[in-house]
């Protein structure tokens, strides 16, 4: 590993342009991808991909160095698990294309994706916890951060569902920006008192 990172500094930039990462070398970005360097099993090569974060980013600066292993297994896994936010006309689309059946396939799909986002969450918030049994005020942060994130997808799930079969129920209230407001035709009324 000594090597590889005396090359990459050689080539690449400074030790503060990289950073070990479990047996991962990354960038240092503050952009929301870095370049991400494996060492493949069984054999002398690395293996370059990107990396769905930065280290140095709003987001992940707070992660200390020695938790990042944990949280770099996180952000792998929702790469896998983030479609984007389902709205009726998606639904109504799935209808247009293949019925009932293909509607029911997409909501399906992202209910199950759902679950699995619960879950890495869950394994996430295990890793992180300190010996004691307790979340450290960045990890609680970056939890509650990411439950939000979770949270606003479920709801435009359940709200795009509810629209498709039954109607739009009123007014949906915008859930962008982790605040939760309701637009009115004059203006607007946040939810979550501050």
Not at 14 to 38: F, K, M, P, Y
Not at 103 to 130: K, P, Q
């Amino acid at each position: 590993m000594e090597e590889l990172r005396s090359d990459i500094a050689e080539g690449f930039g400074s030790d503060e342009q990289w950073c070990e990462v479990g047996n991962d070398l990354h960038t240092v970005s503050i952009g929301d991808a870095e370049i991400r360097l494996r060492l493949q099993p069984d054999t002398a090569s690395w293996h370059a991909d990107l990396f769905g974060a930065g280290w140095d980013s709003f987001q992940y600066a707070c992660v200390p160095a020695e938790r990042r292993a944990a949280v770099a297994v996180y952000v792998d896994r929702m790469k896998e698990l983030t479609e984007g936010l389902v709205q009726e006309s998606d639904l109504r689309g799935a209808a247009a294309e293949g019925g009932f059946p293909a509607v029911d396939r997409l909501v399906r799909r992202h209910v199950g994706l759902l679950d699995e986002r619960y879950a890495a969450l869950d394994s996430l918030h295990s890793a992180l916890l300190t010996s004691a049994g307790v979340l450290p005020d960045w990890a609680q942060e970056f939890v509650r951060s990411e439950a939000e994130d979770l949270n606003t997808a479920r709801e435009w799930l359940t709200s795009a569902v509810v629209a498709y079969h039954h109607g739009s129920a009123g007014q949906r209230p915008d859930t962008l920006f982790g605040g939760i407001c309701f637009w009115f035709s004059t203006g607007s009324v946040n939810l979550v008192r501050r």
